[in-house]
T-cell receptor, first 109, second 115 residues
Framework: AQRVTQPEKLLSVFKGAPVELKCNYS??????LFWYVQYSRQRLQLLLR??SRESIKGFTADLNKGETSFHLKKPFAQEEDSAMYYC???????????FGKGTLLTVNP | NAGVTQTPKFRVLKTGQSMTLLCAQD?????MYWYRQDPGMGLRLIHY???????AKGEVPDGYNVSRLKKQNFLLGLESAAPSQTSVYFC??????????????FGPGTRLTVL
């Protein structure tokens, strides 16, 4: 079975501070991991995926297979980063995603 | 290119009523999904389809049925709505290719309230 855990429901930081959203996963094979973002009352959209090693809107995430983690990081948070962030895993079936429960990030001015 | 669209955007039902949510995508994707989003629960997969004419159960399928008669459409039905089905419903689609890496594209959501 595959599982995604986001331990923080809520995370609040000040503008300009570093931010790290945690994601841990459980999967016996080789996973594909993603971060999706949902701005207020908008649809979910892909933020980044580990396989392409991108940096989007200043966010990065590194897959750590030893710690089974895929934490999302940004060195200087902006107010427009306030949103719900979901970590997701795809494994085995190659088309279904298992989502974590999400972390609501609030960046205060 | 509209992407993924959902109809309706909002709906209020009484317990026991039935309704159908329509999802349409114009990206020629093979795979389509229905999720529900509830506070503190994240997104949970209800049903999915890997191609026209095929459907399969996800994590929380009870009380829902689906049909994929055309590749571009994926319908979610509630035969007898219950208050526990009050939620925001998202449809998504994806295709498997070297460039897509299984990225799912989401619709805008349908906010359903069952009284």
């Amino acid at each position: 079975a595959q599982r995604v855990t986001q331990p923080e429901k809520l995370l609040s930081v000040f503008k300009g501070a570093p931010v790290e959203l945690k994601c841990n996963y459980s999967y016996s094979g080789s996973p594909e991991l993603f971060w999706y973002v949902q701005y207020s009352r908008q649809r979910l959209q892909l933020l980044l995926r580990h396989i392409s090693r991108e940096s989007i809107k200043g966010f990065t995430a590194d897959l750590n297979k030893g710690e089974t983690s895929f934490h999302l990081k940004k060195p200087f948070a902006q107010e427009e980063d306030s949103a719900m962030y979901y970590c997701a895993l795809s494994g085995g079936s190659n088309y279904k995603l298992t989502f974590g429960k999400g972390t609501l990030l609030t960046v205060n001015p | 290119n509209a992407g993924v669209t959902q109809t309706p955007k909002f709906r209020v039902l009484k317990t026991g009523q039935s309704m159908t949510l329509l999802c349409a995508q114009d990206m020629n994707h093979e795979y389509m999904y229905w999720y529900r989003q509830d506070p503190g629960m994240g997104l949970r997969l209800i049903h999915y389809s890997v191609g026209e004419g095929t459907t399969a159960k996800g994590e929380v399928p009870d009380g829902y049925n689906v049909s994929r008669l055309k590749k571009q459409n994926f319908l979610l039905g509630l035969e007898s709505a219950a208050p526990s089905q009050t939620s925001v419903y998202f449809c998504a689609s994806s295709d498997r290719s070297l460039t897509s890496y299984n990225e799912q594209f989401f619709g805008p959501g349908t906010r359903l309230t069952v009284l």
